[in-house]
């Protein structure tokens, strides 16, 4: 029975004889899975785990991690297992180079949310299989933590994002950009998260962008801009081929694996008809002013302010989707008599509401589903470059009226990682991203 304790060791055929590093990109060192009972217990199941995958999204302030356990040795009994654990995983990585290379540690504990499988097989009766599910101690803290108080008379909606964070025991929240909306309000009785989500969603920038927070694999808690996710120069560029242009295990060969794209199968979402049902293109909004009675219709149209790409993910040439402002309807109440001297949740969300729609519904343009060799350093929220060939006879380009490139224009181009799976197993380590862009490579 192989667990991924074994791959912890790396094979001298994949390692530098003279650092003892990884030469394949798709190897780390596991050096210990250490599950805490609610009683202190400890024992390291590096050896019983089969699989470990670690979740970052910028849809998610928290990692997820979903961990397969196999053993025959009754450790279910004998901890025993009652959904009350600690999992605290470190694991290490070093690129193969000529010289000596740092190597990245990531230390990070989770709390357990479930049980979620249990079996056994036909073939091995004494051999039990289960997975767990769990999630930052920061994040499961807050399920039994209640916040009920009002905001934005002493601190900015940062200032009272950055404090909730504080209180679930994180250190520090790494903030890029700049939130253009300021209100007051009451945060209803609610768990601290919650409450930092209610406040992510008042958070807009100049351009009218959402927010997003969430944790990546070094444990950082992020609060970064769409703007400034969007803006990102890429962090690498990967390559859909079959070909291997350098000697094995050499440091040329290390950067061409670390660069090819694995997999690809996509649930690509470009569709112009639901998008538009979105607001991605147009819409209009009616507000009610509860405090005059009056009643007022704005309408907003597609505005490149910050995108990936260069070019709009649609043509306005005919049946142009930008002035069809019914396509999606927002209805706003608001009192601007309600806070003396300043804006109350719903002013500042009216203000902004096309905008954001605009931005998240366009960021489902184009999306891929993608598998790389496994990268610490690949996270949600960083921009990558995705290069794709042609499907086309070469000798046939000229027929097509296609220039002499093997890339696929249309297909290729920049994008923003939304999720990133780190999975290990036992034959190697991968990361399968979730990859969208906002806009297109090539003019339509």
Not at 40 to 55: A, N, S, V
Not at 56 to 63: D, Q, V
Not at 177 to 204: W, Y
Not at 350 to 377: C, I, P, R, W
């Given at each position: 029975m192989s667990s991924i304790g074994q791959v912890t060791n790396i094979d001298t055929n994949n390692a530098s004889a003279s650092s003892g590093l990884a030469a394949v990109p798709n190897i780390a060192q596991i050096q210990s899975i250490t599950m805490t009972s609610a009683s202190g217990k400890e024992e390291d199941i590096r050896f019983i785990t089969q699989k470990i995958e670690i979740t970052e999204s910028i849809y998610s302030p928290t990692l997820i991690l979903n961990l397969t356990i196999q053993e025959s040795a009754a450790f279910f009994e004998r901890f025993p297992i009652i959904g009350q654990e600690l999992i605290t995983i470190i694991f290490n990585k070093a690129d193969f180079k000529d010289g000596p290379t740092p190597i990245k540690e990531v230390i990070h504990t989770f709390k357990v949310t479930e049980y979620n499988n249990y079996n056994r097989s036909d073939e091995q009766e004494k051999v039990a299989n289960y997975t767990l599910s769990a999630i930052s101690a920061f994040a499961y803290n807050s399920a039994s933590l209640t916040v009920s108080r009002s905001y934005g008379r002493k601190r900015d909606i940062t200032e009272e994002i950055q404090n909730l964070f504080s209180e679930l025991g994180v250190d520090k929240l790494n903030v890029i950009g700049e939130v253009n909306t300021k209100s007051v309000g009451i945060l209803n009785k609610q768990d601290p998260l919650k409450a930092i989500e209610f406040l992510r969603k008042h958070c807009f920038d100049a351009n009218g962008?959402?927010?997003?927070?969430?944790?990546?694999?070094?444990?950082?808690?992020?609060?970064?801009?769409?703007?400034?996710?969007?803006?990102?120069?890429?962090?690498?560029?990967?390559?859909?081929?079959?070909?291997?242009?350098?000697?094995?295990?050499?440091?040329?060969?290390?950067e061409d694996r670390k660069k090819r794209i694995l997999r690809v199968n996509s649930f690509m979402d470009l569709s112009k008809f639901f998008s538009g049902q979105e607001g991605a293109y147009a819409s209009k909004t009616n507000t009610m002013d509860w405090s005059n009675k009056s009643y007022i219709t704005s309408q907003f149209t597609y505005n490149q302010s910050a995108t990936l790409n260069d070019n709009k993910p649609f043509s306005s040439e005919t049946d142009d989707p930008s002035n069809k402002f019914d396509t999606k309807s927002n209805n706003m109440s608001v009192n601007a008599m309600a806070w003396e001297?300043?804006?109350?949740?719903?002013?500042?969300?009216?203000?902004?509401?096309?905008?954001?729609?605009?931005?998240?519904?366009?960021?489902?343009?184009?999306?891929?589903?993608?598998?790389?060799?496994?990268?610490?350093?690949?996270?949600?929220?960083?921009?990558?470059?995705?290069?794709?060939?042609?499907?086309?006879?070469?000798?046939?380009?000229?027929?097509?009226?296609?220039?002499?490139?093997?890339?696929?224009?249309?297909?290729?181009?920049?994008?923003?990682?939304?999720?990133?799976?780190?999975?290990?197993?036992?034959?190697?380590?991968?990361?399968?991203?979730?990859?969208?862009r906002d806009s297109f490579s090539i003019s339509v």
């Amino acid at each position: 029975m192989s667990s991924i304790g074994q791959v912890t060791n790396i094979d001298t055929n994949n390692a530098s004889a003279s650092s003892g590093l990884a030469a394949v990109p798709n190897i780390a060192q596991i050096q210990s899975i250490t599950m805490t009972s609610a009683s202190g217990k400890e024992e390291d199941i590096r050896f019983i785990t089969q699989k470990i995958e670690i979740t970052e999204s910028i849809y998610s302030p928290t990692l997820i991690l979903n961990l397969t356990i196999q053993e025959s040795a009754a450790f279910f009994e004998r901890f025993p297992i009652i959904g009350q654990e600690l999992i605290t995983i470190i694991f290490n990585k070093a690129d193969f180079k000529d010289g000596p290379t740092p190597i990245k540690e990531v230390i990070h504990t989770f709390k357990v949310t479930e049980y979620n499988n249990y079996n056994r097989s036909d073939e091995q009766e004494k051999v039990a299989n289960y997975t767990l599910s769990a999630i930052s101690a920061f994040a499961y803290n807050s399920a039994s933590l209640t916040v009920s108080r009002s905001y934005g008379r002493k601190r900015d909606i940062t200032e009272e994002i950055q404090n909730l964070f504080s209180e679930l025991g994180v250190d520090k929240l790494n903030v890029i950009g700049e939130v253009n909306t300021k209100s007051v309000g009451i945060l209803n009785k609610q768990d601290p998260l919650k409450a930092i989500e209610f406040l992510r969603k008042h958070c807009f920038d100049a351009n009218g962008g959402p927010f997003y927070i969430f944790q990546t694999l070094d444990s950082k808690v992020n609060m970064v801009s769409y703007e400034n996710l969007v803006k990102k120069v890429p962090y690498e560029k990967y390559h859909a081929t079959k070909i291997f242009s350098h000697n094995a295990y050499s440091t040329e060969d290390y950067e061409d694996r670390k660069k090819r794209i694995l997999r690809v199968n996509s649930f690509m979402d470009l569709s112009k008809f639901f998008s538009g049902q979105e607001g991605a293109y147009a819409s209009k909004t009616n507000t009610m002013d509860w405090s005059n009675k009056s009643y007022i219709t704005s309408q907003f149209t597609y505005n490149q302010s910050a995108t990936l790409n260069d070019n709009k993910p649609f043509s306005s040439e005919t049946d142009d989707p930008s002035n069809k402002f019914d396509t999606k309807s927002n209805n706003m109440s608001v009192n601007a008599m309600a806070w003396e001297g300043a804006s109350g949740y719903n002013d500042e969300l009216n203000k902004n509401v096309s905008e954001m729609q605009s931005h998240q519904a366009n960021l489902d343009t184009m999306t891929h589903d993608v598998q790389l060799m496994g990268d610490f350093d690949l996270n949600a929220g960083q921009v990558i470059s995705l290069v794709f060939p042609r499907n086309v006879d070469p000798q046939s380009m000229d027929i097509y009226g296609l220039d002499e490139s093997l890339e696929d224009k249309h297909l290729s181009g920049k994008f923003l990682i939304t999720s990133c799976t780190h999975v290990f197993d036992v034959n190697d380590y991968r990361c399968d991203i979730i990859a969208k862009r906002d806009s297109f490579s090539i003019s339509v």
